[in-house]
């Protein structure tokens, strides 16, 4: 599974939304330098904040990337009501002041979708013994 370039969520108003996989979202100093997360087994150099997925073209959840990261953007996504609205309170704290939101994408077929996005879960959970700040639960769990 590979990764596509980072791009500024707020860019996302011009994402394509007819596509469809998993997604990350990190965050960045207004300079665009990742701002490393403490976690238990070390610390991400990266800042992911959650790892995610969109819906399945083929069902009620057809919601794509462009959406999904929209809904993260504006506070209207699940980890961003379980974890505090990521976009406007992350800023609260010194450490996030003018931070900025940046996401990677794999782009997947629906049979693909969910076991990827538990891989990349599992993956960063084995790297740093705990998930994402912004990431509730492994899926299916």
């Known amino acids: 599974m590979e ?3 980072w ?3 707020i860019e996302t108003a011009i994402w394509p939304y007819t596509l469809y996989g998993i997604y990350r979202v990190r965050v960045t100093s207004a300079e665009g330098v990742p701002i490393p997360i403490p976690r238990i ?5 990266v ?5 995610g997925r969109s819906g399945y073209r083929t069902s009620k959840t057809n919601r794509s990337l462009g959406q999904r990261l929209r809904e993260f953007w504006q506070g209207n996504h699940s980890s961003a009501y379980s974890c505090g609205l990521a976009a406007r309170t992350l800023s609260l704290l010194p450490a996030f002041a003018g931070h900025r939101l940046w996401a990677s994408v794999v782009l997947l077929a629906d049979e693909d979708i969910q076991q990827a996005e538990a891989s990349a879960l599992r ?9 994402p700040p912004y ?5 299916g769990r």
Not at 47 to 51: H, P
Not at 123 to 131: G, T, V
Not at 135 to 139: G, K, R, T
């Open 135 to 139: 990431n509730a639960a492994f899926p």
């Open 41 to 45: 087994g070390g610390t991400d150099p």
């Open 3 to 5: 990764w596509q370039h």
């Open 7 to 9: 791009f500024e969520i």
């Open 123 to 131: 993956e960063y959970f084995d790297r740093f013994l705990e998930l």
């Open 47 to 51: 800042g992911i904040l959650n790892i």
